[in-house]
């Protein structure tokens, strides 16, 4: 098998990574029980948290990146900024002997602002701290002939201003480079794996790749990577248009609308459409054999040891917290209301307002006004794949987006292994660090911060695979 070199940027704890080499030899669908061979070869990777205080070789995704995958001969990765190897503003060369030649770039970048402000000697002049000009950078000098990246789908219709203008920017950027673009937003849950998490991912292939795509609109109905790895059909008509060539009046002036979520950009003509998931259940073995709803990935036994998760429904608040309600507005019968005032006393109180029906009276600058949130289930089903992992998901104080379940009739917060399981990484992946050759343990809320930020790895994997037979 060839060997397929990568980059990867915005590594994180190394999702892209576990989806593309797999773990010690086997596969993430698998819940790394079966072997899997991967032509796939990481041999430069990058992680730096802009939030963090920390120096980069200090951050805790780095001392997790570290302890699983040292630096060895063949790869290295670099824990700072990556501005401070691929900036907009170095020379080519600079960045040439920065970073080393690689076949395929990886990430899963931030969405920002990406509108330019023109061009200049030095290229394209976007908004600075931008980060796709870091990315577009490495493509320009390296021009690997595959790239492969991930973005929350809220990308394709960015700005709310100019809905789609951000993505038109990156495709006319990839089209002048000579990239043929597809995308698609996949909802990890439609294909069979743990959990509800939509993300657009993105497919560049250089022209001179061996992948050619010669019929757009069939590649991304029945013949493309995505098309393939997650079949799907389309519900809506198709739509094609041809984008401006010139950067500075697609930035100014875009005015298509937004991205439907499947596509393909070739030679700077666009075919798009919507596609509903299409997998028989019978087939989401293929795409998770082991844990496909959240009532598969829970610990057990291991759970009694564990006590900070479980919540003490009976356990007294240090101070009552009173709301007010709008008058007349019903709220969950289980809390305490005197007239318009609602009084917490719990810790399951709070819990159970956050998560229910609310009509809260708050003040801004401009007066009185009622804020509102509709019901969500004080619990998660476990028989339904998981909600979104978000950032905040860890630590004991009550939320309105943090997961809550009916353990054997207690209530509980998930447990970081239980969150890896849910985006397909192997157990334990964050559990320590490395620092001067010491192991370093990571706190749970930080290992759930890391969860809130990856992907469901399965996704990734079941890409790399389609992406290698055509490369063969
Ligand atoms: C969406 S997360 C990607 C997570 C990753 N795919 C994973 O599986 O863990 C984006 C990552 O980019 C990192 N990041 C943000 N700005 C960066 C910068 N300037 N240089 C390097 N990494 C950066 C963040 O710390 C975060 O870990």
Redesign the pocket.
């Known amino acids: 098998m060839k060997e397929i070199r990568v980059v990867e ?8 990574r ?1 989806g593309l080499e797999g773990w010690q030899g086997r596969s993430a669908s698998s819940h790394y029980t079966l072997p899997f061979e991967s032509p796939y070869k990481i041999v430069w990777s ?6 963090s205080k920390k120096s980069g070789d200090l951050q805790e ?1 780095n001392l997790v990146y570290h302890r699983n995958w040292p630096n060895t001969e063949g790869f290295y990765h670099y824990p ?4 401070t190897v691929a900036s907009p503003e170095f020379s080519d060369n600079q960045v040439d002997d920065l970073i080393p030649n690689h076949d395929m770039l990886v ?4 969405c920002q602002d990406y509108s330019v402000a023109g061009v200049n000697t030095k290229g394209i002049e976007g908004k600075k701290g931008v ?1 796709w000009w ?1 990315i577009h950078k490495i493509l320009k000098v390296k021009r690997p002939k595959l790239v492969f990246l ?1 973005n929350v789908d809220r990308l394709l219709k960015s700005p709310t201003t100019k809905r789609g203008r951000d993505f038109a920017i990156m495709l006319n950027t990839l089209n002048e480079l000579g990239y043929v673009v597809e995308w698609r937003v996949i909802n990890a849950a439609d294909f069979g794996m743990p959990q509800r998490r939509r993300r657009v991912y993105i497919l560049a292939y250089h022209k001179t790749s061996n992948i050619k795509v010669n019929k757009p609109l069939e590649w991304i109905e029945s013949e493309g990577v995505f098309a393939t790895a997650f079949p799907c059909f389309f519900t809506d008509k198709v739509i094609d248009f041809e984008l401006e060539k010139n950067i500075e009046t697609l930035s100014n002036s875009f005015n298509e609308g937004k991205f439907l979520n499947a596509g393909i950009m070739k030679n700077g003509r666009v075919v798009m459409s919507d596609f509903k998931a299409n997998c028989p259940k019978t087939s989401f073995v293929n795409y998770s054999l082991k844990n496909q709803l959240l009532g598969d990935v829970l610990l057990n036994g291991e759970m009694k040891s564990e006590p900070s998760y479980f919540l003490d429904a009976k356990k007294l608040l240090k101070e009552t917290i009173f709301k007010i309600t709008q008058p007349g507005f019903e709220i969950d019968q289980r809390l305490k209301r005197q007239g318009d005032v609602i009084e917490l006393q719990t810790e399951l109180d709070k819990w159970i307002y956050l998560k229910g029906r609310k009509s809260e009276e708050r003040v801004s600058s401009k007066g009185k006004f009622y804020y509102k949130e509709g019901p969500l289930s004080l619990t998660d089903d476990l028989k339904k794949p998981s909600r979104t992992i978000i950032t905040s998901e860890g630590g004991p104080g009550a939320s309105r987006f943090k997961h809550l379940i009916d353990f054997d009739g207690e209530l509980r917060r998930l447990h970081p292994v239980e969150l890896e399981r849910l ?1 397909m990484f192997p157990d334990n992946h964050t559990l320590l660090g490395i620092a001067n050759e010491k192991d370093v343990a990571i706190s749970p809320a930080r290992r759930a911060f ?1 969860m809130g ?3 469901v ?1 399965g996704v990734v994997e079941r890409v790399g695979v389609e992406l290698n037979k055509r490369i063969i």
Do not use: I
């Open positions: 940027l915005f590594a994180g704890v190394g999702g892209f576990l990058n992680q730096w948290e802009p939030s995704a700072y900024d990556l501005n990430g899963g970048f931030p980060l870091n991930e985006n890391f930020n990856a992907l790895v």
